[in-house]
């Protein structure tokens, strides 16, 4: 049984099952364990907002997600007759914390409708995949905990840490003001003292004339 099985079992370290990782028949997995700690929420936003120029983003509990897209045609001319369009997706997946997981999986294509048509399709979206972890770890704050690390590990000079990680990661594109800052909380100042009051001088005179019972005319009495 398990001969018939061993290319069908995935074997998965605990601390790996607890974050919902749960791979299916067919699914094709990647998964990357990074010895770097991201759970500063004000990070996970910047990982956040510095990749929204180059992919789709979204974020969850914690979790950030990064969606790359793009269209398969089945011939050239879009005039033609039994001409076909498919748009595809994979989508990478942060899970922070200390010790961060990427993780990936290749959806079968026909999760996409059934364009059976289409050449290639777990090889691009495995190369798509690792494009967007290799410009998740290239430009983001990750970048630098990255460098940080491989310093450490193997006691190299940052320069020749920042080269390995180039290497590392050949297929990042380049992300302009990947890693925004943010922006400073403006200081609540410290006086409570609250509005002036104006000084008070006295009755003020108003529209009621407080001697009017002097000037009303007398009555008389009245008899039953």
Do not use: C
Request: proline share 7%; glycine share 6%; net charge negative.
């Amino acid at each position: 049984m398990s001969l018939l099985l061993k290319d069908r079992v995935w074997s998965m370290e605990a601390p790996t099952a607890k974050r919902g990782v749960y791979p299916l028949h067919g699914f094709k997995l990647g998964l990357y364990r990074l010895p770097i700690t991201l759970e500063d929420p004000v990070e996970i936003k910047s990982v956040h907002d510095g990749l929204k120029k180059a992919f789709e983003m979204d974020a969850y509990a914690d979790r950030v997600f990064a969606t790359y897209r793009w269209k398969e045609q089945n011939m050239t001319d879009p005039d033609a007759k039994g001409y076909e369009e498919v748009e595809l997706s994979v989508t990478v997946e942060i899970v922070t914390g200390e010790g961060v997981d990427i993780i990936y999986q290749i959806f079968p294509i026909e999760k996409f409708g059934d364009p059976q048509w289409v050449k290639d399709y777990r090889k691009k979206a495995d190369h798509f995949a690792k494009m967007i972890i290799d410009t998740i770890l290239r430009n983001t704050i990750l970048a630098d905990k990255m460098i940080d690390s491989i310093i450490k590990d193997e006691k190299m000079s940052e320069l020749q840490a920042t080269q390995k990680l180039e290497e590392m990661t050949p297929l990042a594109k380049i992300v302009l003001d990947a890693k925004p800052k943010p922006k400073p909380v403006e200081e609540i100042s410290g006086d409570d003292s609250g509005p002036a009051i104006p000084e008070l001088d006295g009755p003020k005179s108003g529209p009621i004339d407080v001697e009017f019972k002097s000037k009303m005319r007398a009555t008389s009495a009245f008899s039953a």
